[in-house]
């Protein structure tokens, strides 16, 4: 096989009230929205397409890991650690739920925080090469 996956294009994530949470996503990440019907909204914002799709109350994209541990299943970067901390105080200004910024014993530093259904996602204050090296002018 000469063919790979190239990228990942869309990302679904569960939500109680498609109204509510896309206009969270709307005004607390600076998404754009691309579509909204009353089972899903399309939002584009961290170089990728997030479908925000009607779930029951109470389900999330969380799990837990071998040792009960919730985790989450996205991590987004942001370039450098004065980006982080300042990415960290502009969601606390927002209100967002956020965790403390954490030393994980790896390169750079992380902090979780949650959407309006309890979504649980990562930041970390690494930009992968690959992406440095596709957006540098």
Do not use: C
Not at 1 to 12: A, D, N, P, V
Not at 70 to 94: D, M, P, Q, Y
Not at 98 to 104: A, D, K, L, S, Y
């Amino acid at each position: 096989m000469t063919e790979k996956l190239l990228r990942i294009g869309t990302t679904y994530i569960p939500v109680s009230d498609v109204e509510q949470a896309s206009n969270w996503y709307l005004n607390k990440l600076g998404a754009e929205l691309s579509y909204k019907d009353e089972d899903k909204a399309i939002l584009n914002f961290a170089n990728q397409s997030f479908f925000l799709v009607k779930s029951p109350k109470n389900q999330s994209s969380n799990f837990h890991d071998i040792h009960g541990n919730e985790r989450f299943s996205i991590t987004f970067e942001v370039n450098g650690l004065s980006a982080l901390k300042e990415i960290h105080k502009n969601f606390k200004e927002k209100r967002i739920r956020v965790g403390e910024i954490e030393n994980r014993g790896h390169s750079g530093r992380n902090f979780v925080f949650y959407d309006l259904d309890g979504n649980k996602f990562d930041v970390w204050s690494e930009l992968s090469p690959i992406f440095t090296e596709k957006t540098s002018p």
